[in-house]
């Protein structure tokens, strides 16, 4: 295969990834009574049926042995009893707890493969099954190819992202300096401590802090793309990155002005209190953002 082709894949997996698992959610069953071999199975051969060049399809249980014979473009293949426990389309299924997408691998007829794997789980979550799905690689590019829009954009977007990202550098660099520099404007020393100078110092420094983790997610995600296996995908997971940066900088403000005005006007505590709540409840705004986007990343 040529490098090409390689590339080719690499581009388009992700939309070949979400092509084969709408089959999957589709028409296989999944954390439902209806979660049984013999039901998989027969769903799998349909979605055989629907796709072209498919190479086979079978079920794992949970402990990664082959449950059922393969069932190919032509014929049932005797594999049932055979080990799976350490092929990548088990474990992976298992550690990402979702529908995956194999890297290429040789296939015992010869070319290259694919395996389209999803965990399915009964109606206590308990894992019972893993569904497979065999095709060949050419197959698996013809079906991920970007037309000529989609690259566009994704160059397009590439490079916007880049730019902002860069330019969020810049500012928080530009906060970071000039929050150091209150330190030596304002002669903040041990003889010399003012808790006004001390706190606006600190919401600069920690304001760059933020800005700056939020521009290296979005270079390493959407520049670079560096995914890191998550059960976030790569949106989810900045918008998490973001909120849990706005959180610590208003809990490090809240914090301040409690000592700020616990010190100078106890009357004014108040306020603080009202940040403090703000803060716990973007707690629990993202607590149910986490929970509803890790279930839907499950299904």
Not at 37 to 66: H, M
């Given at each position: 295969?040529?490098?090409?082709?390689?590339?080719?894949?690499?581009?388009g997996?992700?939309?070949?990834?979400?092509?084969f698992?709408?089959?999957?959610?589709?028409?296989?069953?999944?954390?439902?009574s209806?979660?049984?071999?013999?039901k998989?199975l027969?769903?799998?051969?349909?979605?055989k049926?629907?796709?072209?060049?498919?190479?086979?399809v079978y079920?794992?249980d949970?402990?990664g042995?082959?449950?059922?014979d393969t069932y190919t473009?032509?014929?049932?293949?005797?594999?049932?009893?055979?080990?799976r426990?350490?092929?990548?389309?088990y474990?992976?299924?298992?550690?990402?707890t979702?529908c995956?997408?194999?890297?290429?691998?040789?296939?015992?007829?010869?070319?290259?493969?694919?395996t389209?794997?999803?965990?399915?789980?009964?109606?206590?979550n308990?894992?019972?099954?893993?569904?497979?799905?065999?095709?060949?690689?050419?197959e698996v590019v013809?079906?991920?190819?970007l037309?000529k829009?989609?690259i566009f954009?994704k160059?397009?977007?590439?490079?916007?992202?880049?730019?902002?990202?860069?330019?969020?550098i810049?500012?928080s660099?530009?906060l970071?300096v000039e929050?150091?520099?209150?330190?030596?404007?304002?002669?903040?020393?041990?003889?010399?401590?003012?808790?006004?100078?001390?706190?606006?110092?600190?919401?600069?420094?920690t304001?760059a802090?933020?800005?700056?983790?939020?521009?290296?997610?979005?270079?390493?995600?959407e520049?670079?793309?560096w995914?890191?296996?998550s059960?976030?995908?790569?949106?989810h997971?900045?918008?998490?990155k973001?909120?849990?940066s706005?959180?610590?900088?208003?809990?490090i403000?809240?914090?301040?002005?409690?000592?700020?005005?616990?010190?100078?006007?106890?009357?004014?505590?108040?306020?603080?209190?009202?940040?403090?709540a703000g803060?716990a409840?973007?707690?629990?705004?993202l607590s149910?953002y986490?929970?509803?986007?890790?279930?839907?990343?499950?299904k």
């Amino acid at each position: 295969m040529s490098h090409s082709d390689m590339q080719s894949f690499i581009d388009g997996r992700e939309k070949a990834r979400n092509y084969f698992c709408n089959k999957f959610e589709k028409d296989v069953p999944n954390r439902s009574s209806a979660v049984e071999k013999e039901k998989i199975l027969s769903a799998l051969i349909k979605i055989k049926a629907s796709v072209k060049n498919c190479e086979g399809v079978y079920v794992l249980d949970a402990k990664g042995t082959q449950i059922t014979d393969t069932y190919t473009a032509y014929k049932r293949e005797k594999a049932e009893g055979e080990d799976r426990s350490d092929k990548s389309y088990y474990y992976r299924a298992i550690r990402d707890t979702r529908c995956n997408l194999t890297d290429p691998y040789p296939s015992p007829t010869g070319g290259l493969l694919v395996t389209i794997s999803k965990p399915l789980y009964s109606q206590d979550n308990n894992l019972e099954y893993i569904a497979c799905l065999d095709m060949p690689l050419e197959e698996v590019v013809r079906i991920s190819h970007l037309d000529k829009t989609e690259i566009f954009f994704k160059y397009f977007f590439k490079f916007s992202y880049s730019i902002f990202a860069f330019a969020l550098i810049a500012v928080s660099l530009l906060l970071f300096v000039e929050g150091t520099q209150s330190f030596f404007s304002n002669e903040i020393t041990p003889d010399n401590f003012k808790i006004k100078y001390v706190f606006e110092a600190t919401i600069l420094i920690t304001l760059a802090l933020a800005i700056f983790d939020l521009s290296k997610t979005l270079i390493e995600e959407e520049v670079l793309g560096w995914v890191k296996h998550s059960e976030l995908s790569g949106p989810h997971k900045t918008m998490v990155k973001f909120l849990g940066s706005i959180i610590i900088a208003l809990s490090i403000e809240a914090l301040m002005l409690v000592f700020k005005f616990a010190i100078t006007d106890p009357n004014q505590l108040v306020f603080a209190m009202y940040i403090i709540a703000g803060v716990a409840f973007l707690l629990v705004g993202l607590s149910i953002y986490i929970k509803f986007t890790t279930e839907s990343a499950h299904k």
